[in-house]
């Protein structure tokens, strides 16, 4: 046997924890001092120095490192910042007007902060005193993120969860990553959905991408105040202005296209249509802007075709394109507009060849072809049942009968249908069963507002001879006073509430504002007095929608407080702060002032016009919408004028100002919900 030549094991020496420890460490500092002693003295020198050295350096880099954490805070607090509610910021300034004289005094200045004082605010992404930090994208996932109708993954329970019409209309902000490809699709919401590849446009020219490049944030010199006089204010010419300059902004950076987006200096495409310029036609011809109108009407001429690959969406595309191209066409006479009008409205019917007789929300114009939206076979109630004046109207100018058809089966299939409460109807109507899906709730802001509308606006269009309209009409107006009508604690401001499952929930669309309006109208037309007291208590709240924001203008949702106290009657939540541009409000006052003459109206109206100068103007040209009308430093522009902005917004404030009541008298015309004025009938000859 011979020994091993190495050993095939380890030695393990474990030692007792409880029993050494402490020995251990004694022994450890004991030999530490002794080796502290068996150094020289020049050794130990050296030691000593250097740590004194290492002490000092120490001591002289703590402010800065304190510095970067300070930093670090200051960043993290202005994103908080940037994403809570800004409760303290500073009212806006707004002139005010003199009811008696209609003057407006010498310029109040706009708040009193950095290099604007006195100038308005800037239109610019961050307040004067925020140091300027890319803010990381947000990551945040909202409904608008997904697929399928932001509104169904919500809607059964609570109605205030809809989010109103915006809420889908804007442009969708997507994640990165996995939404990237929607992000690429997605052009705008209401059915649209154009996808990038099936853009009418050709791709944009080397200037045109130019131009698209996102410019540096906007700053003081960009915002134009409203140039105001101390003499008597033209505000027929105030509002002339403001059209021309919207117009200039389109006509520079998105002529053709469908929508400016003014602080981009570019434009956005929703159908390819030319959606801005064919909502504006009769706005510069009301307006007497003829050069402007001769350049469009060109552009009518020559550049429009509906000969392309495209899906439109049945309802936008009849109130803006055929209801543009038909009231341009009874203003002129020009047999262009009717011509393209024709056109369009047989491109748009294979949206009707459902089994139902429902319509599809999307139709190819140029393929003939028609589908829902991706995620359902639903269509809006809004969208199928207000599209009929235009539609009827062109039956009546061609003689061909199958315009009117269509769209008057709809109106017979809704007046005939179960699911409604005392005259309101449910959002949401299937193309297949031609049944009203989503039962039990009830708004008159988005998906339903312009049903109510048109059920009174197309009885007057026919010479008042529609009894099923007229019945559907008043029954309706009494199921609003029934269950969506209550008043505020504080003021005893009237509002129109929402329905969902017989809970009522205090929201309010601006959408909701074109009622005061329409109830007007009716009245003026012979239905019941009571209508117009409602009417005057609900033009009073969409003035408080605007009066009570810091920029004056109102917010795209508002919830009113049912509670009595002194607060405010307004609540707005931080999602529902922006505004659109829209024209609810200022029709209303349109109606209210043709009905009443009293001039409290006109001055509501001047106030409003002058909040948007102050706070959606944009230099170079155009309008923006904003974030937030409740933050007059920094309201946010969305870089993007809606086309209601010049086709219904500046009209109604225009015809608002005009002392002339025969320009577009109401006894000879109804406007449609795009405020494009069509005729009413004459009697059938006896
Ligand atoms: C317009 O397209 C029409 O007025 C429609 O009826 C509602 N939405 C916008 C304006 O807000």
Redesign the pocket.
């Known amino acids: 046997m011979y020994p091993p030549s190495r050993k095939d094991f380890i030695s393990l020496t474990l030692s007792d924890p409880h029993s050494h420890t402490y020995n251990n460490g004694k022994h450890r500092r004991q030999s530490c001092w002794r080796k502290w002693k068996q150094l020289s003295r020049l050794q130990r020198s050296l030691i000593l120095f250097l740590l004194a050295l290492l002490l000092i350096f120490g001591l002289l880099s703590y402010p800065s490192i304190t510095e970067q954490w300070r930093g670090l805070s200051d960043r993290e607090d202005w994103l908080a910042l940037n994403d809570r509610e800004l409760k303290a910021t500073p009212p806006g300034v707004k002139p005010v007007l003199d009811p008696g004289t209609g003057k407006v005094p010498a310029p109040v200045p706009g708040p009193a902060v950095g290099p604007d004082a006195g100038a308005g605010p800037v239109l610019e992404p961050r307040g004067p005193n925020i140091p300027i930090l890319a803010k990381p994208p947000n990551k945040k996932k909202t409904f608008l993120n997904k697929r399928g109708p932001p509104n169904l993954q919500k809607v059964v329970g609570n109605v205030s969860d809809i989010g109103g ?1 915006e809420k889908q209309e804007h442009e969708v902000v997507q994640d990165e990553g996995e939404d990237e490809d929607q992000e690429k699709k997605i052009v705008s919401w209401r059915g649209a959905m154009i996808e990038a590849d099936q853009a009418t446009e050709p791709p944009p020219s080397a200037n045109e991408k130019e131009a698209a490049v996102p410019p540096a944030p906007a700053n003081a010199a960009d915002t134009v105040p409203l140039e105001v006089s101390t003499g008597t204010v033209d505000r027929l010419e105030a509002v002339r202005d403001a059209f021309r300059h919207a117009w200039k902004g389109y006509k520079d950076f998105a002529w053709g296209h469908d929508e400016l987006k003014p602080i981009s200096k570019s434009f956005g495409e929703w159908f390819g249509l030319g959606l801005t310029l064919i909502d504006s036609l009769d706005t510069m011809w009301i307006m007497g802007l003829k050069e402007e109108f001769t350049e469009a009407r060109n552009w009518v001429e020559k550049e429009l075709s509906f000969n392309k690959n495209v899906d439109v969406n049945l309802f ?1 595309t009849t ?2 394109v055929l209801g543009g191209l038909l009231s341009a066409y009874h203003l002129t006479g020009d047999q262009l507009f009717l011509e393209k009008a024709k056109d369009l409205g047989s491109r748009l019917m294979p949206a009707f060849k459902t089994p139902s007789k429902i319509p599809f929300s999307d139709v190819n114009i140029g393929k003939g072809t028609a589908h829902p939206p991706r995620w359902t076979s639903d269509s809006t109630l ?1 969208e199928v049942t ?1 599209i009929q004046l235009e539609f009827r109207e062109l039956s009546r100018l061609t003689q061909e009968p199958q315009y009117q058809e269509v769209v008057n089966e709809v109106m017979k299939l809704v007046h005939s249908l179960p699911g409604k409460q005392d005259g309101l109807v449910p959002m949401f109507i299937n193309t297949n069963s031609g049944q009203f899906t989503h039962k039990g709730v009830f708004t008159l802001g988005a998906r339903a ?2 049903y109510y ?1 048109y059920l009174l606006k197309q009885w007057i269009q026919g010479g008042k001879t529609e009894d099923n309209l007229l019945e559907d009409y008043l029954q309706a107006v009494e199921g609003v006073k029934k269950h969506l009508v209550r008043q505020t604690g504080p003021r005893r401001l009237t509002f129109v509430g929402e329905l969902s499952h017989n809970r009522f929930n205090p929201k309010m669309d ?2 909701v504002c ?1 009622l005061p309006g329409t109830l007007a109208l009716g009245v003026h037309n012979g239905l019941p007095g009571d209508h117009m007291e409602l009417a005057t208590q609900l033009m009073e709240t969409c003035y408080h929608m605007y009066t009570q924001m810091e920029t004056g203008l109102s917010p795209e949702i508002v919830h009113f407080n049912l509670q009595a106290s002194d607060g405010r009657d307004v609540v707005v939540k931080p999602a529902d702060r922006h505004n ?1 541009l ?3 409000t200022v ?1 209303s006052l349109f109606y209210m002032y043709r009905f009443t003459k009293d001039t409290k109206y006109r001055d509501w109206g001047w106030e409003i016009l002058q909040s948007f100068n102050k706070y959606t103007k944009v230099s170079g040209g155009g309008y923006t919408s904003i974030n937030n009308v409740c933050d007059p430093v920094n309201p946010g522009p969305r870089d993007k004028m ?1 086309s ?1 902005f010049l086709g ?1 917004t500046l009209k109604y404030l225009y015809l608002l100002f005009s002392d002339d009541m025969e320009l577009l008298s109401l006894e000879k015309y109804v406007f449609n ?3 494009h004025p069509l005729p009413i009938w004459p009697p059938p000859p006896k």
Request: aromatic share 8%; no cysteine.
């Open positions: 019409r936008e109130i803006r809004a207000s507002d312009s509308e601006h959408l074109f659109l829209r024209p609810e029709e809606e209601f219904e919900t795009e405020a």
